[in-house]
């Protein structure tokens, strides 16, 4: 997950579900949130929730991080791309 969190790139937003998917783990989101809260150096303001809406904790320096990156958060929501299931990344065995 922390591989698929890195790639999401500047200007960006992905949801946890979104990550969870590419991982190889669809049904995973609310692990996404345990390995952001637990790992120093990733761009944890780049994921949200799949409707939009920022982090309950740090939803400020979240928004703040995205104005600064070109992302248009409003009312304390973004706009979430939907994306296809071709993108998913296989796990290894």
């Known amino acids: 997950m922390r ?36 790992s120093l150096g990733l761009p944890w303001w780049r994921i949200v929730r ?12 979240q928004a703040r991080r995205l104005r600064r990156e070109g992302v248009a958060v409003r009312d304390g929501r973004c706009q979430v791309p939907t994306y296809s299931k071709a993108r998913t990344i296989r796990r290894r065995s």
């Open 50 to 61: 799949a409707n939009g809406e920022l982090a309950a904790h740090g939803g400020e320096e």
């Open 3 to 38: 591989a698929v969190v890195r790639d999401v790139g500047r200007g960006q937003v992905v949801s946890y579900g979104e990550v969870a998917r590419r991982a190889g783990y669809p049904r995973a989101a609310r692990a996404v949130g345990n390995v952001l809260a637990n």
